[in-house]
């Protein structure tokens, strides 16, 4: 090993830099996303040894070489078992079978019942560590279409060095997800409703980044999936599901409903380490442009219609530029044209060749939300297990998917009770919120509305940042 490992952008036009550098530049300065220069590939003799490890330990092990030459193992053990430790499972990520051979990976244990908690909790410890030896502070701004920015809120809460600024569509979260964010009363956070959709708040954000000279003024960083820090801490969890179902011995497939594509980003980046992944497949809601992509070749964006799964609510997934880079064989000018046609006219045309290689590797599956609900419903009577609206579009998928002898794993990416809604009018059982958040709706929420203008935002911003210091 004892190389340091570089990340280069997707557009091939950014200094190679280590992994503690693009933790706080989130974007590369050439508008791509960075990618480790190359993978680290691990032994069937390295997986079956990390069978035994505490998850905490495992997560340390599997992230190690994407950090390397900026933090070291132990390090990372440290900030891992700290990261975990307000779960409320001792399995951080429980496996549970719900239908013979096909398992739900339950990712909500963390304090925002949620997946985004998992790499979330660890990004908040890993910028702190990072901050503090550089001793500056940064300004952290990001969209959410509901589960980024409350997961970002509570690990980044008073911590010293960080300010936060999250965007949310107004009126287009579930009320638990805007109150996540909003009755967190730390000083350094702040919450902005933002008079349009998902994608105009992640637009908003985007041209934040593109703004050199404000980028600079206020410390710009980002903490949503364009991060790689985010997607190497989500690696972990499906090598624990793969090893506990018997990897490296064995093939195990996994199902994962996808909105902006980093969850299964970080499935694709445990093969290329070497696990032996079967089959991956994604779930979209209506908002289908990856399904469509992906069985038919026709990337296209259309208006986001809402739904019950809004967290997928997205057209435009920024981390599918970093799938197409690979798919590309890491063709940095010819992955930057497409991704700037496709800005331009709102198609992407994929060469026919690549997206046979993408068909080939990754299936897609969309229900709307009907179909949803019958899912949700059908889980229920049949295994008693509650799926939430997300959860049940990945269980839908897996089965679609599922291979005989392989086992299928399915991101259950969302505890039932942060879309009561859906669960009852699918079930006619109410979710209970665990006991740290009994109490949600009593508490008083702070946030501001704003339009959808980028001058005014940026004013919000450097406000903020000036209250704080």
């Excluded at 994407?66 to 399995?91: Q, S, W």
């Excluded at 980046?269 to 070497?274: D, E, V, Y």
Aim: charged share 20%; proline share 7%; hydrophobic share 45%.
């Amino acid at each position: 090993m004892g190389s340091h490992m570089r990340y280069i952008s997707t557009r091939g036009d950014a200094t190679p830099r280590n992994f503690s550098e693009i933790l706080l530049a989130g974007l590369a300065p050439d508008g791509g996303l960075y990618m480790p220069e190359s993978w680290p590939v691990f032994s069937a003799d390295r997986w079956r040894s990390l069978r035994a490890e505490s998850y905490p330990d495992l997560a340390a092990e599997v992230i190690a070489p994407f950090a390397e030459g900026a933090i070291d193992l132990a390090t990372l053990r440290l900030l891992c078992r700290d990261a975990y430790v307000h779960f409320d499972h001792p399995a951080i990520a429980p496996l549970r079978e719900i239908e013979d051979g096909l398992f739900a990976m339950e990712l909500f244990h963390g304090p925002t019942l949620a997946f985004k908690d998992m790499a979330m909790q660890l990004l908040g410890r890993l910028f702190d560590h990072v901050l503090a030896d550089q001793d500056r502070p940064v300004t952290i701004v990001g969209a959410t279409s509901g589960d980024t920015g409350s997961a970002a809120i509570e690990a980044l809460a008073g911590r010293k060095r960080i300010n936060v600024v999250i965007l949310h569509p107004d009126g287009r979260t579930s009320a638990v997800q805007r109150r996540q964010m909003t009755t967190v009363q730390a000083p350094n956070i702040c919450n902005i409703a933002i008079d349009g959709t998902f994608d105009d708040c992640q637009d908003l954000v985007k041209a934040m980044f593109a703004d050199a000279p404000f980028r600079e003024e206020v410390g710009l960083s980002a903490v949503n999936s364009i991060n790689w820090a985010r997607i190497a801490a989500q690696i972990p969890y499906y090598v624990r599901a793969a090893l506990a179902l018997g990897a490296p011995d064995r093939p195990v497939s996994f199902a994962v409903p996808t909105g902006n594509f980093g969850n299964v980003l970080a499935a694709w980046a445990a093969r290329k380490m070497g696990l032996p992944i079967a089959k991956l497949c994604i779930g979209s809601n209506r908002n289908d442009i990856l399904t469509r992509f992906l069985t038919s070749n026709d990337m296209s964006v259309r208006q986001v219609q809402p739904s019950l799964s809004p967290s997928m609510d997205i057209q435009v997934s920024s981390n599918f530029e970093r799938l197409l880079f690979e798919l590309l064989d890491r063709d940095a000018q010819a992955c930057s044209a497409i991704m700037q046609e496709f800005r331009k006219t709102g198609r992407m045309s994929v060469p026919q060749g690549v997206w046979e290689h993408a068909h080939a590797q990754i299936s897609g599956l969309r229900l709307d939300d009907v179909e949803t609900l019958s899912e949700m419903r059908s889980i229920y009577t049949r295994s008693l297990y509650q799926a939430d609206p997300h959860t049940a579009i990945g269980i839908a998928a897996g089965r679609a998917a599922r291979e005989p002898g392989v086992p299928m794993v399915v991101a259950a990416t969302a505890h039932p009770a942060k879309f009561p809604d859906a669960v009852v009018e699918a079930t006619g059982i109410h979710p209970a919120l665990p006991p740290h958040l009994a109490d949600l709706f009593d508490r008083p929420e702070r946030f501001d509305r704003r339009p959808n203008t980028l001058g005014v935002i940026q004013d919000a911003v450097r406000a903020h940042v000036a209250r704080t210091h």
